[in-house]
Nanobody, 121 residues
Framework: VQLQASGGGLVQAGGSLRLSCAASGRTFSRYVMGWFRQAPGKERSFVTAINWGGGNMIYSDAVKGRFIISRDNAENTVYLQMNSLKPEDTAVYYC???????????????WGQGTLVTVSN
């Protein structure tokens, strides 16, 4: 499956952005979808994931209550709505697809190219 992330940009602290990740190739609904991020000089970290049908989501403590993941299996797209953004949310955001549900990046088989989110003070 091929993944294409989009929607990143520059936003002021307190603002919102919505990222999208469009999938092509194999059956989208068969995959768990996740979002990860990598800030400058740091390792890639888990943000959120959503299960195959979209009924279950998990979030990192850093984004819980501010970010919302959703998916549209008819459109082969997963979304990340980011609210109340903070400068520490600045990172390249990656979407990923895998067969297993969890926060470990090693269980995700396919990765998008990343989209940069910059949050200014």
């Amino acid at each position: 499956v091929q993944l294409q992330a989009s929607g990143g940009g520059l936003v002021q602290a307190g603002g919102s952005l919505r990222l999208s990740c469009a999938a092509s190739g194999r059956t989208f609904s068969r995959y768990v979808m996740g979002w990860f991020r990598q800030a400058p000089g740091k390792e890639r970290s888990f943000v959120t994931a959503i299960n195959w049908g979209g009924g279950n989501m998990i979030y990192s403590d850093a984004v819980k209550g501010r970010f919302i993941i959703s998916r549209d299996n008819a459109e082969n797209t997963v979304y990340l709505q980011m609210n109340s953004l903070k400068p520490e949310d600045t990172a390249v955001y990656y979407c990923a697809a895998g067969q297993y549900y969890g926060s470990d990046p090693r269980i995700y088989e396919y990765w998008g190219q990343g989209t940069l989110v910059t949050v200014s003070n």
